[in-house]
């Protein structure tokens, strides 16, 4: 390994150290997927842990409460809605109870965990999203507008769902020659960048399908690459060289002609999943097959990515999920925590900053991105883009139901189950949006329903309303008395000081 240290740069995350959970801790005899396919096989979020697990006679994935540890039945129930393995899943941002999965049937289901957890197996989806005729592997919600999910499949097809609806409302058909490695959303979801068989790296405009700006040979092995989209606009990939070297690179959007940065790592064969952090700037790197997990900070000072540290255990991962910022543990300086998944083992690592103060760290915990929507699906379709709404984490982050999740217990007539109806008419196709008659009927029934749904819902408003009041004024409280026992907790450090300080005789 080659990583450039130099002069000691000063860093509040140059200590951060990984620990992994006890044993009695990990979830025990889950037997993760086998399946070739170079994804993380897990998903995390403040409530459940999401495993893809083998399956006779299709796909199924377990979903456990977050709290969930030891071992785990063999009757214990699945979501096995898939009548081929499952590929990926990925849990709604905006709502901690959905999650979608893709699989070798070419489907896309989304899906309603119970609060809870399942108490029975899970056969029946809310959404079905058919619109790829090849396996699809990758998903990608939108990070700001609610019920807009990505897909991407072995057919080199982009599709960008409506879930709400099922309507799929833009299908990107001809940006990609080649199988499609990784797709990312930049922070305010108004362009993705994705890298291909053909080894480039390409920034899309999803609503227009146009190729905004696009680097041959990002890097030039013939591994597959991964890309994410930074908070800044710039973007991390992940690859191999001529020499088959693993590779790290970060790029400027602005010119993309030379890397920012490249750095070189060892020559494992293990594909890199980076995992990105907007709140820290952190990136980990987390290798298929590796035994360890590598993380970097990325600033504005040259070389601009700065390696920390690396996590090192015996047994090698299958997979790896992130949690959210908004599931860790805020009174321990916990920062970061993968899910890593073993043969048969699921075991959590904790990414923590040592900090001697029980005091709340706010230097460590900027607001982060919160569970409730900037935008709506037709917001954004509509052509808006917004940033996304943040809470503070001060105290630890309680979660409140979003004011929209309602929107998808309703099962929606989707287009792409009309006998007869192509599904590529259906979509709006983001260079000339086309339509037959069919399709145009069935868009209208699908709006008609809608109102239906609302109108329904508007009688529950005025109740629901005056909950969230007295919700408000009960949070206003407690935010109230929470600044003033830290206020005092404040004032008696400073006066335990004042003590020390008399008693030694400096005063």
């Not at 994935?61 to 009757?75: H, M, T, W």
């Not at 990758?138 to 019920?147: C, G």
């Not at 890097?219 to 790290?248: C, N, W, Y």
Request: net charge negative; aromatic share 6%.
């Amino acid at each position: 390994m080659s990583f450039r240290r130099g002069v000691v740069r000063q860093s509040k995350f140059r200590h951060v150290f990984a620990q992994a959970w006890k044993a009695e801790h990990c979830i025990d005899d889950v037997r993760v997927s086998r399946v070739t396919w170079d994804g993380p096989l897990c998903a995390v979020n403040p409530k459940f842990t999401a495993v893809i697990i083998e399956s006779g006679g299709g796909g199924a994935f377990l979903v456990l409460p977050l709290n969930k540890s030891g071992r785990i039945d063999q009757a214990t129930p699945t979501v096995c809605g898939h009548a081929a393995p499952v590929l990926d899943v990925q849990w709604c941002p905006h709502d901690d109870n959905i999650i979608a999965s893709a699989s070798e049937d070419c489907t896309v289901k989304v899906w309603e965990v119970p609060d809870g957890g399942l108490t029975g197996p899970m056969t029946e989806p809310v959404v079905t999203l058919e619109g790829h005729s090849k396996r699809v592997g990758i998903l990608a919600w939108h990070p700001t507008a609610f019920n807009i999910l990505l897909t991407a499949g072995c057919d080199n097809l982009v599709c960008v769902w409506d879930v709400g609806t099922g309507e799929l409302v833009y299908q990107i058909a001809d940006a990609h020659p080649d199988l499609i490695y990784s797709v990312s959303w930049n922070r305010e979801g108004s362009a993705i960048c994705t890298v291909c068989k053909d080894k480039a790296l390409r920034v899309i405009d999803p609503r227009r399908g146009t190729v905004l700006k696009v680097k041959e040979k990002v890097h030039d092995g013939t591994r597959p690459m991964r890309a994410v989209f930074l908070s800044d606009g710039k973007i991390l990939t992940t690859g191999f060289s001529r020499m088959s070297e693993r590779q790290l690179a970060l790029w400027d959007t602005n010119d993309m002609s030379e890397p920012m940065a490249v750095q070189e790592m060892d020559t494992s064969n293990g594909v890199l999943l980076p995992y990105y952090d907007p709140d820290t700037n952190m990136v980990y790197l987390c290798g298929k097959g590796d035994c360890t997990i590598r993380y970097f900070e990325v600033t504005d000072e040259s070389p601009y990515v700065h390696f920390l540290s690396l996590y090192s255990s015996k047994e090698p991962q299958r997979g790896a999920g992130f949690l959210s910022k908004r599931g860790v543990d805020v009174n321990k300086c916990e920062i970061a925590r993968f899910y890593k998944l073993h043969e048969r083992k699921v075991e959590p690592i904790s990414m923590t900053v040592p900090r001697k103060s029980d005091l709340f760290q706010g230097d460590l915990y900027p607001d982060t991105a919160g569970v409730e929507p900037s935008l709506l699906a037709e917001d954004w379709i509509a052509g808006q883009d917004a940033a996304p709404l943040l809470v503070s984490l001060s105290g630890g982050y309680a979660g409140t139901p979003s004011k929209h999740r309602d929107k998808l217990r309703n099962k929606p007539k989707l287009l792409s189950q009309v006998s007869g109806t192509d599904s590529s008419t259906v979509s709006r196709q983001a260079a000339s949006p086309t339509a037959t008659a069919t399709a145009s009927e069935m868009e209208s029934e699908g709006v008609v329903q809608q109102r239906v749904t609302r109108a329904e819902g508007e009688g529950a408003s005025d109740r629901a309303r005056r909950e969230e009041e007295v919700l408000s004024e009960v949070l206003a409280e407690v935010r109230a008395l929470r600044s003033v026992v830290l206020a005092q907790g404040q004032r008696i450090e400073l006066l335990e000081r004042q003590l020390v300080r008399i008693e030694d005789g400096d005063v």
